[in-house]
Each structure stands twice: as structure tokens, then as C-alpha cells.
């Protein structure tokens, strides 16, 4: 495919802590969310055999939600508005979108920070720094993942979560990762209960008078990353394989069903 790449190997013998974690950037064009999974599950595999370098992708979704596999089913209030995949990684139902800069991050969790509370935590500080840079004062919760900003014009204890991290784990390597609201259409996170949090609201840089670009939002992402993670080295956006990427489309999205009903099938293990 022009302008992508597929994973290459690199010699076994060298380190993953040798090298620049690569760098793709995605766009403007979304990318179908099938696609994006096979790309993860190769990669993942490959860091993990020590064939490919650790990767960031930055990318964006047409309109669709996500399950994860602490979906309540009942939180999903609007089953027919936007297709709906079973996700694999933790947590519950989000939404991903045009104006929703989607983050997946493929790294050796071991190597890194040693555990999977601790990495969450990486990630959550990566934002917060980032939002940092924009003006808002992003937060963490000890018993709700993601980023928190709070929201006194709505209330004295009202805030809204900015950003979503949701990862999975396999041999160590972590795929999916987290989602910054920039400029969404917020009315679309009205068909579901995202994360499952009922007492609190989304928002993004957009509603709260951030008027910034997405490449500003990427730019920020990459300055916070190189100084609290690690050196990076831009590279052309993955390619999936194609076989994978359909049987993953076939298997991954949820077929309609009436609402407050459980769809058919479980989650994939």
C-alpha cells in the first residue's frame, strides 16, 4: 500500500531499549477499526518475538463505539446509531470518532515500568502533560481510569473525563491504549454510558475553549512523550493484512440487537 508500511523485522539480537520507539501518524482519512486491530495484534506479537520495535500510532476512527470486556450491555442506550466491536481490552463502552485523536500504543510494559498499574498511571501523566501544554488542568482518580477535568461552571464537585485509556496485554506488549477528545461531536457519546460512569460527563479541548489543531495535539504528544517515556522516530503509517482484517471485521463487530438485550456471542479470550 502506498504510503504505509508493513511490520519489518529488525535483527533479534538487538535490544528493544537500543532503538527509537516508532512514530505514525495516521490521516486524514479514518481508519477502519478492524484494520487498526489486525495492525496491533501483528506488531504486538512481533516486539514480543523481538522482530519489530516498540510503536505509537496516532490516528483517528469513523463514528463507532468500542466494547470492552467489562461491558454492561445495558449501557449501550442507542444499539442501532453507530456500529459497535468488541474491543479485547479492559474497561467498558467508549466511543471513537472524527475529532477524537486516538492513541494506540504498542510497548514492552515489563521493560518499561515493570506493571500494569504503573503503566496505566505513564500513560495517564503522558496526557495530563500534554494537556498541560494547552492550558488545562487534567487529573487522574484513584477509582476511575483516564483524565479528569473539572467543570465548576457545571457544579461545585462536577467534572469531565477528557480522555480514555483502555489497554490489553499479551506477553507483556500492551495494544490499544487511549483516545483525547479534541474537537468530537460530544452528542455522540449520548448513545452509550461511556465507561460506565453515569454521575459524570465528557467534554474536550474544544468545548472548553481550546481552538487547536490536531497536528498541535500531536505535536504536544510527541514533546511530552520524548521527555517522560522515550526517544521516537517517525515512520509511515502500518498497513494491516488483509486476510486479518476481514476475518477481525467479521468476528470484532457486534451484529444489531434490541436494546437492553445482550448480543450473541462472548467476548473473544
Given amino acids: 500500500m502506498r504510503g504505509r508500511q508493513r511490520i519489518t523485522q529488525v535483527q533479534a539480537s538487538m535490544p528493544l531499549g537500543d532503538q527509537p520507539i516508532e512514530w505514525a501518524v495516521s490521516g486524514p ?58 474491543a479485547g481490552r479492559g474497561g467498558q463502552l467508549t466511543y471513537h470518532g472524527p475529532g477524537q485523536r486516538v492513541v494506540y500504543v504498542m510497548l514492552d510494559v515489563r521493560r518499561r515500568v515493570g506493571d500494569i498499574r504503573t503503566f496505566i498511571r505513564m500513560l495517564e501523566s503522558w496526557v495530563i502533560d500534554t494537556l498541560a501544554l494547552f492550558g488545562v488542568q487534567g487529573e487522574c482518580r484513584p477509582d476511575r481510569v483516564g483524565v479528569w477535568v473539572r467543570r465548576p461552571d457545571k457544579g461545585e464537585q462536577a467534572e469531565d473525563k477528557i480522555a480514555a485509556i483502555g489497554i490489553r496485554i499479551r506477553r507483556w506488549i500492551s495494544f490499544h491504549g487511549l483516545s483525547l477528545n479534541v474537537s468530537p461531536d460530544l452528542s455522540h457519546f449520548g448513545g452509550i454510558v461511556p465507561c460506565g460512569v453515569r454521575e459524570h460527563g465528557v467534554t474536550s479541548l474544544k468545548d472548553l475553549g481550546r481552538d487547536v489543531t490536531m497536528s498541535e495535539v500531536d505535536a504536544a504528544l510527541a514533546e511530552v512523550f520524548q521527555r517522560k517515556i522515550g526517544p521516537i522516530r517517525p515512520v509511515a503509517p502500518p498497513a494491516a493484512d488483509q486476510a486479518a482484517m476481514l476475518r477481525l471485521r467479521t468476528e470484532l463487530k457486534v451484529k444489531p440487537f434490541g436494546k437492553g438485550k445482550e448480543p450473541e456471542g462472548a467476548f473473544a479470550p
Fill in 29 to 86: 482519512a479514518p481508519v477502519d477499526y478492524a484494520e487498526a486491530v489486525a495492525v496491533m495484534e501483528e506488531r504486538a506479537a512481533a516486539i514480543a518475538a523481538g522482530q519489530a520495535p516498540e510503536l505509537i500510532w496516532l490516528l483517528e476512527h469513523p463514528p463507532l463505539y468500542t466494547a470492552g470486556t467489562s461491558t454492561r450491555w445495558e449501557d449501550l442506550i442507542d444499539p442501532g446509531r453507530f456500529p459497535v466491536y468488541r
